[in-house]
Structures are given as structure tokens and as C-alpha cells.
DNA sequence: GAATCCCGCCAGGGA
DNA sequence: TCCCTGGCGGGATTC
């Protein structure tokens, strides 16, 4: 099984490093227009959807997801393939090492096959926590993840000198918004929730100067970045839910529109966060609502031992198998991987930010690295909830997982244009082969070829 | 049906 | 005028 999966991982990655070597001359440049003027964000996007679609022809572990489940044969598209969280960590995959200096956003959406744009919201987050600063115009300077520890400590010392952490009083709430003008009481209808929250009693100004600035830079995602990590750093809560922290953030829960807006960009925001494994999602005990909660390795190792620390890493995709997001579900990935658990880890953020101690913590806050990993390595995710596989998971289902696998390596032969991958893959096929007749005790597959 | 968040329109602003 | 930047919200997808 294990050598199975090795298999379709490898033909994955073939059909990845085929389409790079096909090069982009073969992917068609569309003019596309907008407002009568062409624009290269849209070429890029063009050409990388040109060479998704290529792809998916040949190869991918989504199709063959779709293999395993009829239903999903000719449902192929996924936006998890694509989320945010996941594109993070790839532009983190690719340049967080020692010889980044500098990142061009041109030459980031390029190398990650997605529209600029996007790489606008990954590179506000992360020069909010200081992974990147800016340099001039589509230039970001490298500072990795080192630098971090430092940023974050100074939104700590910022909330305090903003009186971010202000007692919770209901009569002199001032929202902690980023946004102007709408410095209104916190809605009496969640007030027990904000009671629950008194004691981050963050219901406070967060920044003088996020209500004095120009209204757009108000609301950008970088400041809404800095506060929402302040809201964390500031409190003594476990879980922050979206809701909440818009709410806080807002101050005025009665405009839904404001809400909803914010919330959206609390996502964006969180998905990044959630990439850089400085927060993960998890849910309220009680409520069962999606909530965030601060992460840091003595945490992490506390609660789940270097284990989850594997299990993450199981699951973590590893960039340069392809130069878009499109990929498997991150859930089928996630069962299919905690089937495989040997994998190093990759080097881990050591950040406790425990909000009691965070400037021992932060006298600590070292980067453990792992031999065979990148200097600048850390693990990042996780991209969604843990998973944890049903115990005693039916033999059944398993089995039913075994015969389709088969079917699919006996009927399902990708194409490759270069030789060379050709023959590689012809030799994972004949280790699997191999492995079939010895270990399985089977006949050979007749389909193989 | 609610939660999630991708996607791209379009306005602001700098060169 | 062009192009970079990024706020914003529609609506598709997932839960």
C-alpha cells in the first residue's frame, strides 16, 4: 500500500516536472482584456490555467481521487486545490531558504502559476509578521522567519501602548476597528459573548493610528493582519472565533455588510496564518464553532508529541510538483498521508507565544533545525483540522480502498511527452510489480504493461 | 442552510 | 496614461 502510494505520488510528480519542461511555449497566451486594456495578470492567469488544464489531462492525484470515487469522475475542480492557506505555504516552500534575498511579485505569480493578486494578499499577511518588507514596487525583501519573534513582540508592546488591553467596559467600549466612523457600542446582543472575552478585555481602542490614517490603508489586510494577531497576543483566550474577532474589530455588529466583509478577510488572513503554523483552526468545546488558536511548538509538542509534528509534515505538500494549486483535496490527502507516517520532519518555528510569558518565551524562541532540511525550513500548516483517522476504521473499507487502487494502477497508464519520464515511471512501475508478486503473493497485474 | 473563501471587478494612486 | 495595488463582495464550493 505504502509502495503504491509512492507510486501515484511519483507519477504525480512526473506529470509536474513534464509540464515544467514542456516550458511555457506551449501554453497558449490569451489577450485577455478587462476595461479595454490587456493586462499581463490575466496573461499569467491565462497561461496558468492553460497549463492546469494540460496537466489534469495527463495526471494528478485529483484524477485519481476521481478514479476512487465515481461520483467525483468528472467533478474534478476543487477550490481547497487552490486555497489560500495552500498557495502560502508553497510561496513559502519556495523561498524560504538561505539565498532568497529578494521576491518579485511578477516572479512569484509566475513560479506559482496564480494571478498577482493573490500573491498581494500572501505578502501583506506575511510582511505584517514581518516574513517579508517591502522594498520598492513589486519587490519584497526576504527576512524570514526569524525576524517574527521580534514583529511580534513589538504588536505586543504596540497593544499595550494603545491600551489594546483596556478592561472591558460596556459603557466605553471603543471598537478596536481598523475601520472609521463606526465607533458604536458592541451590540448588546453579544455581549455575553464579549463577557467571555473580558478577560483579553480587548474590547479597547487597538490603534490611534489605524483610526487617523487614510481610510483604505485602514482596512487593509496588513493592518487588519497586525490587529488580528494582536487579539491573540493581548488576550488570555484559547480560541478566537472569526466572528468574534470581526466583531471586535468591527465594533458594530448590526452592520452584517461590515461583518460579512470583514470576516472574508479574516479568512484570507487566517488561511496564511494557518500555512505559517502560527495558528491553527480548531473548534469551540462547547458551541462546536470554528475558532482559531495561537500555536507554538511547546503547545504543539505538549498536546501532540513530535507526532503531530509528523503527521503535519505527513501531510504537507511539497512544492515543486507543480506550478499551480491545483491538487488533491486536502482531506483525501490527509487520509491518504496518515498512512504513511515515517517522514522526517521538516525543520519546526519554535514560537511559543504563550500570551502570560511571551517575552521569555521569546527570549527561547530558537529555530530547531533538522539535519537534511533547509536552514530556513519550518512547517507549515496544518491547512485544515486534524484529522484523526477512525480507529478501527473498517477492514472493509480498506480493502474496497485496496481493489480500487488496483483497478486504477491496472487501467490507468499516464502519457508522458519526455522519454526519459517515461522510463522512470516504467521503473516505478516495476518496482511495483515487484512488490505486487512478492509481497502481496498476487498474479501480475495483465493491464501492466 | 451555514460556513468558507476563490475570484476578479474596479477604484486609488504613483510613475 | 499606464500599471501597480488591494478593497470589496458575488457567488461557487464545502461542510
Not at 12 to 34: C, F, H, I, T, Y
Request: glycine share 6%.
Amino acid at each position: 500500500m505504502l509502495l503504491l502510494l509512492l507510486l501515484a505520488i511519483a507519477m504525480w510528480k512526473l506529470g509536474a516536472v513534464e509540464e515544467r519542461q514542456r516550458g511555457g511555449n506551449s501554453s497558449p497566451v490569451l489577450p485577455l482584456e478587462r476595461g479595454g486594456k490587456q493586462r499581463g495578470v490575466r496573461r499569467l492567469a491565462a497561461v496558468a490555467k492553460a497549463a492546469k488544464e494540460e496537466r489534469e489531462r495527463d495526471w494528478d492525484m485529483s484524477s485519481l481521487l476521481a478514479f476512487q470515487d465515481p461520483e467525483r469522475r468528472h467533478h474534478a475542480y476543487s477550490r481547497k486545490q487552490k486555497s489560500l492557506g495552500l498557495l502560502c505555504s508553497n510561496f513559502l516552500s519556495l523561498y524560504n531558504r538561505d539565498d532568497t534575498e529578494s521576491i518579485g511579485l511578477d516572479d512569484a505569480s509566475n513560479r506559482l502559476g496564480v494571478e498577482r493578486r493573490r500573491i498581494y494578499d500572501i505578502v501583506n499577511v506575511l510582511e505584517s509578521v514581518g516574513v517579508l518588507a517591502r522594498k520598492a514596487k513589486n519587490q519584497y525583501t526576504w527576512k524570514g522567519f526569524v525576524g517574527v519573534p521580534q514583529v511580534l513582540m513589538e504588536l505586543k508592546k504596540e497593544a499595550s501602548k494603545e491600551n489594546f488591553l483596556n478592561t472591558y467596559d460596556p459603557t466605553n467600549c471603543a471598537k478596536v476597528s481598523d475601520d472609521e466612523g463606526d465607533e458604536k457600542s458592541i451590540n448588546p446582543n453579544i455581549e455575553s459573548r464579549e463577557d467571555k472575552l473580558s478577560s483579553t478585555s480587548v474590547i479597547s481602542r487597538l490603534s490611534a493610528s489605524s483610526k487617523t490614517g487614510d481610510n483604505r490603508r485602514e482596512k487593509s489586510l496588513g493592518l487588519l493582519t497586525k490587529n488580528f494577531v494582536k487579539l491573540f497576543l493581548c488576550s488570555n483566550l484559547d480560541l478566537i472565533s472569526l466572528d468574534d474577532a470581526a466583531r471586535i474589530l468591527l465594533g458594530d455588529a448590526h452592520n452584517s455588510f461590515q461583518m460579512r466583509t470583514k470576516v472574508r478577510r479574516l479568512y484570507d488572513i487566517a488561511n496564511v496564518l494557518s500555512s505559517m503554523n502560527l495558528i491553527e483552526k480548531t473548534h469551540h468545546e462547547e458551541s462546536r464553532k470554528p475558532a482559531f488558536r495561537w500555536l507554538g511548538i511547546k503547545g504543539k509538542l505538549e498536546n501532540g508529541s513530535a507526532g503531530s509534528f509528523n503527521q503535519k509534515e505527513c501531510r504537507k505538500r511539497v512544492f515543486g510538483t507543480e506550478i499551480t494549486n491545483t491538487n488533491l483535496k486536502r482531506n483525501k490527502v490527509n487520509s491518504l498521508m496518515d498512512e504513511k507516517p515515517n517522514r522526517k520532519p521538516n525543520i519546526q518555528i519554535q514560537m511559543q507565544l504563550n500570551h502570560d510569558n511571551m517575552e521569555n518565551d521569546m527570549g527561547r524562541n530558537q529555530i530547531q533545525q533538522q539535519p537534511k532540511q533547509s536552514s530556513k525550513g519550518f512547517v507549515f500548516g496544518p491547512f485544515s483540522p486534524v484529522v484523526v483517522p477512525k480507529v478501527g476504521d473498517s477492514d472493509k473499507s480498506n480493502v474496497r480502498r485496496v481493489q480500487d487502487w488496483e483497478t486504477l494502477a491496472s487501467s490507468y497508464r499516464p502519457q508522458y511527452h519526455n522519454q526519459a519520464l517515461n522510463d522512470l515511471f516504467a521503473h516505478y512501475v516495476e518496482a511495483w510489480k515487484s512488490w505486487y508478486v512478492e509481497v502481496a503473493g498476487k498474479q501480475p497485474l495483465q493491464h501492466f504493461s
